[in-house]
């Protein structure tokens, strides 16, 4: 596996394989876990090869406690991408994917207003700064993204459109814990009673298509969320359904149309999402 660090040679590599290959992006923010591993081999079964990105973007953190505490585990993560037989680790320093400050906005109309957006305002232009970035220097055929950051895919998919590019976005499955809890780099922030606390998230998500079929009304499963997680550890941010495709908010079960159930709960201050399509 090829371990690269600046752009120049990442592009020169590229331009060669171009031409013979099918290129597979992974972009991360390292901490790698078997979530993140899922998608690498998910990329090498479509690709003949395939990149993963480790950069920890700081224009997607509205929070520079949340930017500091992010885990950083770089040797740990290569020897995992070694493993998986990645072809390229791209580890970039900040002043290499931002020489100057990026003043570019991204409008995605609804998308980025709602949820995740407006709980952390900027977090999404953030994050199509550095995915348009990676996305000019990898050039990759297809992109591959976890289903957990649900909102996060329906964005990335409106930035390839925009960039007018022939990019394919994979959405791949979310990837679980025994216990059911989503994988994400932040699970490992968590101290062992705070762990044990976030379990309820999975519990209250796979309870909800029950609910639906006894007839419960949403308004309803939300206020028994809601007390679910009042006090003892947790806050809950949101606890939405809506439009899968949208993102707008729909109150009433239905099967006219596909849904989605989206949650983002704090662990004491660690802030967990997970998410169900109807």
């Given at each position: 596996m090829k371990i690269i660090r600046n752009l120049q040679e990442l592009k020169s590599v590229l331009n060669d394989w171009r031409k013979e290959f099918k290129i597979g992006f992974v972009p991360t923010m390292g901490a790698l876990?078997?979530?993140?591993?899922?998608l690498i081999k998910e990329s090498k079964l479509q690709c003949q090869k395939t990149v993963c990105s480790i950069f920890v973007n700081p224009t997607q953190f509205n929070d520079k406690k949340d930017l500091e505490r992010y885990p950083r585990t770089e040797k740990e993560d290569v020897k995992l991408l070694i493993a998986a037989d990645c072809d390229i680790v791209f580890i970039p320093e900040v002043n290499e994917m931002y020489p100057h400050k990026d003043e570019r906005t991204f409008d995605f109309g609804h998308l980025d207003k709602v949820l995740d957006g407006a709980a952390r305002p900027g977090h999404f232009n953030g994050v199509a700064q550095i995915v348009s970035k990676l996305f000019d220097a990898v050039k990759p055929d297809k992109?591959?993204?976890g289903i957990k950051d649900y909102q996060q895919v329906l964005i990335i998919k409106e930035l390839v459109r925009?960039?007018?590019?022939?990019i394919e976005i994979v959405a791949c499955p979310i990837m679980r814990e025994k216990d059911g809890l989503a994988m994400s780099s932040r699970n490992t922030?968590?101290?062992t009673q705070e762990r044990k606390l976030a379990s309820v998230?999975?519990?209250?998500m796979q309870s909800i298509p029950s609910l639906k079929a006894a007839g419960y009304s949403f308004s309803e499963v939300k206020k028994q969320v809601a007390s679910k997680f009042s006090g003892n550890g947790y806050r809950?941010?949101?606890?939405?359904?809506s439009d899968a495709n949208s993102l707008i908010e729909d109150e009433d079960f239905t099967d006219s149309h596909q849904q989605v159930v989206l949650i983002a709960c704090f662990i004491g201050h660690i802030r967990l999402i997970d998410n169900m399509l109807l």
């Open positions: 876990h078997p979530g993140h591993i899922s992109a591959f993204f925009q960039m007018k590019t022939n922030l968590l101290s998230i999975p519990k209250v809950l941010d949101y606890f939405i359904i």
